[in-house]
């Protein structure tokens, strides 16, 4: 665990050190606000929740976490500081989710500071607080899910453009794969076990189920797979590029 947190505050501390961090702070936070306020009609529907808020969330993030994913790797391997970081008293494992770790905790920070517009609804009217406070949770999972795609895609290259690239499609995919317009392309011929899986892939999904107020511990156990599954793999991309 000490490994760990040595490569989560190295790598969280690094992106507070330059200007890239508050960048994309500003961009989250104009987005979030026009999507709920303009593209939302916040206003004209005239209810008091933060339903055009999270509406947009997926669709903000398929674009801004693989901004923050493509770094993460292809970057250290440009650079080559991969090979220095490798030579620590640290294992593969731990250098991975160190620096996972402190990319989730920032987009957490970055969804935090949206708080007042969880603040304006209360003072507008009588939201359902709970629904609200779930709904934040599925989305921080939900970009944790992305993140660890980002991650394994930024391992697979030097360039940061091909990886942001890699990582948009990937998360693209998981998107869409429960969207009626996927499924018709399987239905009449696939049986009806591969129709559940592929519509059990989705983001957009899970992630409606838990901001509608209800936390299932499919949805959990869903996004805690996926995390696992993108992190084991950029273990097994970086074991396999020793020295590329």
Same mark, same amino acid.
């Given at each position: 665990?000490?490994?760990?947190?040595?490569?989560?505050?190295?790598?969280?501390?690094?992106?507070?050190?330059?200007?890239?961090?508050?960048?994309?702070?500003?961009?989250?936070?104009?987005?979030?606000?026009?999507?709920?306020?303009?593209?939302?009609?916040?206003?004209?529907?005239?209810?008091?929740?933060?339903?055009?808020?999270?509406?947009?969330?997926?669709?903000?993030?398929?674009?801004?976490?693989?901004?923050?994913?493509?770094?993460?790797?292809?970057?250290?391997?440009?650079?080559?500081? =991969?090979? !220095?970081? *490798? /030579?620590? +008293? &640290?294992? $593969?494992?731990?250098?991975? @989710? %160190?620096?996972?770790?402190?990319?989730?905790?920032?987009?957490? =920070?970055? !969804?935090? *500071? /949206?708080? +007042? &517009?969880? $603040?304006?609804?209360?003072? @507008? %009217?009588?939201?359902?607080?709970?629904?609200?406070?779930?709904?934040?949770?599925?989305?921080?999972?939900?970009?944790?899910?992305?993140?660890?795609?980002?991650?394994?895609?930024?391992?697979?290259?030097?360039?940061?453009?091909?990886?942001?690239?890699?990582?948009?499609?990937?998360?693209?995919?998981?998107?869409?794969?429960?969207?009626?317009?996927?499924?018709?392309?399987?239905?009449?011929?696939?049986?009806?076990?591969?129709?559940?899986?592929?519509?059990?892939?989705?983001?957009?999904?899970?992630?409606?189920?838990?901001?509608?107020?209800?936390?299932?511990?499919?949805?959990?156990?869903?996004?805690?797979?996926?995390?696992?599954?993108?992190?084991?793999?950029?273990?097994?991309?970086?074991?396999?590029?020793?020295?590329?």
């Amino acid at each position: 665990m000490s490994a760990i947190w040595t490569v989560f505050r190295r790598e969280l501390a690094g992106y507070f050190a330059t200007p890239v961090a508050w960048v994309f702070i500003v961009i989250f936070l104009v987005m979030t606000g026009v999507f709920t306020f303009y593209l939302g009609g916040f206003y004209e529907r005239g209810v008091a929740d933060l339903d055009p808020f999270f509406r947009f969330h997926p669709w903000l993030y398929l674009f801004l976490v693989p901004a923050i994913a493509m770094r993460l790797w292809a970057e250290e391997r440009r650079s080559g500081t =991969i090979e !220095l970081l *490798l /030579t620590l +008293p &640290i294992s $593969l494992p731990q250098a991975v @989710l %160190g620096k996972f770790l402190a990319a989730w905790v920032f987009l957490g =920070i970055c !969804l935090d *500071l /949206t708080v +007042p &517009i969880w $603040l304006t609804v209360n003072y @507008l %009217g009588d939201p359902d607080n709970g629904v609200i406070l779930a709904a934040y949770i599925g989305s921080w999972l939900m970009a944790g899910g992305m993140l660890a795609i980002g991650s394994c895609m930024s391992a697979l290259t030097r360039n940061q453009v091909v990886a942001f690239i890699l990582s948009v499609v990937a998360c693209f995919v998981f998107l869409l794969s429960g969207l009626p317009m996927v499924m018709d392309l399987f239905n009449g011929w696939a049986p009806q076990v591969l129709l559940d899986a592929i519509a059990g892939l989705s983001f957009l999904a899970h992630y409606v189920d838990i901001s509608k107020g209800v936390i299932d511990l499919r949805d959990l156990v869903y996004f805690a797979l996926v995390i696992g599954f993108w992190l084991l793999a950029n273990i097994i991309v970086l074991d396999m590029r020793k020295g590329e």
